[in-house]
């Protein structure tokens, strides 16, 4: 049994003849055309093993889901994901062109030959669906966290399964603190804060797992365009690097694993035996990678950039008519968010508009061109790609995720009803979330 | 629901489970006691394997905070956990609903 790491959370496990991979992200950017995997040079499709059995997919953030990087496999090679509540993301495999997706029930083992079965896990979150993978064969056990957030039962049921290698998250991958509009000494605190935290779930996740050998993966990504460098920084970034999970489990104290940094394209046999193919980026040479890696994707970054185009002059009728329709067909997110938005379209085409979601507003528009003092949330985002987003061409959360755009808040608290809200405004997924809601609240 | 425990079992600084069911933990920051309902409202993380700073506890997981004094959840308002009430002699500790 040998696994290759690919970079962020894809891995490559081979096992009695046959190969299954996980979250393929290997060329190209990801989140609008923002993020690139921590390696010193950019992959090329050469990189990619089309030559799989299987294809295990945690989620739909573009990490984990890449177009540009599933367009190269074979339409007929069985995708599995977990079967979640909502159809959106099987629908957006079969987009593709995929003919072959299989739902998996968490936690149900599914035989695919009588070496090898997979149990895809699902996270506990009632607004977000994610999940992590099991895979066993007659050779070994490996788990795969994703970047899903794991409940503490499963982590013991994933203990009880004994699995020898383990890859587990250890990085904050989110726009918070960066787009928000911080004091320079106030960001570097939460950013601070925030790995900490991180890496101290790494640290636990792996001493509740206990595998024999754990892999720091699913971290920071690379930000190489030129508008976003100070975003790497090492350590006054959020975004951490495997080095630093690495001296964390061993300052811990903890025992009964041994935590390994790879590189991307790096192997690991069962037996802990690393193969050591690449340089790994790490904190101590994160500047210099990023500097190579942004002067070797700068102008085909440029370019992506272009093309994503301009807004339309439609689009403030279309934000208007967008926020108007989710924002009344659900008036109990809108309950819960309890908020005015102060949404800034910046850039040709754009504008200046006002979502009301108060709880006390409980008719008329709940969107309109304007400008407001009294706002709760302030976002400034790119003209063209609130459209893309209000045509439902692009997620609100990939859009957030590329950290192209600026934020504000009062006061400044985390609203995870809107989130929730733009994540899925469909008022059906939406209605159930509340009805379990407000009984646990 | 009344817990009577021992103030020299629980040392400063620590969070220390002391009921199972309800899960219940508490904290001494070395001037005052504190109990609070002992599993994160988010992944079900049993909160004893998170820290203390300040009148902060953070959940090991995936970070949550709460307040200890008050179990008002910080990072995710609404998302509390319950606070229970403490009561102090010389020797012992009482929490109760």
């Not at chain 1, 900490?196 to 920071?220: C, E, Q, R, S």
Request: hydrophobic fraction near 35%.
């Amino acid at each position: 049994m040998l696994t290759k790491f690919l970079g962020q959370a894809c891995t490559l496990i081979e096992t009695n003849n046959k190969k299954i991979i996980v979250d393929p992200w290997i060329v190209g950017p990801c989140n609008v055309n923002t993020w690139y995997t921590l390696r010193n040079k950019a992959a090329t499709k050469k990189d990619i093993p089309t030559d799989v059995d299987y294809i295990y997919i945690s989620h739909e953030h573009q990490d984990h889901f890449q177009q540009e990087t599933l367009k190269e496999f074979s339409k007929k090679i069985p995708i599995y994901i977990c079967k979640f509540k909502t159809k959106r993301f099987y629908n957006e495999i079969k987009k593709l062109g995929f003919k072959n997706i299989i739902e998996l029930t968490s936690w149900k083992p599914e035989i695919l030959t009588k070496d090898l079965e997979i149990t895809s896990i699902q996270n506990p979150d009632l607004m977000f669906e994610d999940s992590a993978l099991l895979i066993k064969s007659s050779e070994g056990t490996v788990f795969c966290q994703t970047d899903c957030k794991m409940d503490f039962t499963s982590l013991k049921k994933v203990n009880a399964a004994k699995p020898d290698i383990g890859f587990f998250m250890y990085s904050v991958a989110n726009w918070y603190p960066d787009v928000y509009n911080y004091s320079k000494e106030k960001r570097d605190e939460i950013a601070k804060k925030r790995k900490l935290n991180k890496i101290n779930g790494f640290v636990n996740y792996v001493d509740v797992i206990k595998p024999k050998f754990a892999v720091a993966y699913a971290g920071g990504p690379l930000f190489p365009h030129e508008s976003q460098i100070k975003l790497n920084d090492p350590i006054l970034g959020v975004f951490g690097c495997p080095d630093e999970a690495k001296m964390a489990w061993n300052k811990s104290g903890k025992t009964g694993s041994e935590v390994v940094v790879m590189a991307a394209d790096d192997e690991i046999k069962i037996d802990g035996t690393h193969i050591k193919n690449k340089e790994p980026v790490l904190s101590t040479n994160k500047m210099d990678a990023i500097k190579e890696l942004s002067i070797e994707v700068q102008e085909d970054l440029n370019k992506r950039w272009k093309a994503e185009g301009d807004a339309s002059t439609r689009l403030p009728n279309k934000i208007i008519d967008y926020f108007n329709k989710i924002i009344s067909e659900n008036p109990v997110a809108r309950k819960h968010i309890d908020m005015k938005v102060q949404l800034i379209a910046d850039g040709k085409n754009g504008g200046e508009f006002i979502l009301d979601m108060s709880k006390s507003k409980t008719s008329g528009n709940y969107a309109k061109e304007g400008k407001t003092e009294d706002w709760n949330y302030l976002m400034k985002i790119p003209a063209h790609l609130v459209e893309k987003a209000v045509n439902e061409e692009l997620l609100w959360e990939t859009l957030f995720l590329s950290a192209r755009w600026e934020a504000d808040r009062k006061p400044d608290q985390w609203n995870e009803h809107f989130i929730n809200l733009l994540y899925d405004p469909d008022p059906t997924r939406i209605s159930n979330i509340y009805k379990i809601y407000e009984k646990m609240h | 629901m009344e817990i009577i425990i021992k103030k020299k079992e629980i040392p400063a600084n620590e969070l220390i489970e002391i009921s199972t069911n309800p899960k219940i933990i508490i904290f001494n920051n070395g001037e005052k006691y504190f109990a609070v309902s002992g599993i994160c409202p988010h992944a079900k993380w049993p909160l004893e394997l998170g820290f203390v700073s300040d009148d902060s506890l953070t959940c090991g997981g995936h970070g949550w905070e709460f307040n200890i004094t008050n179990g008002e959840c910080i990072s995710n308002p609404g998302r509390d956990i319950k606070k229970y009430k403490i009561k102090e002699d010389e020797l012992d500790i009482t929490i109760y609903d």
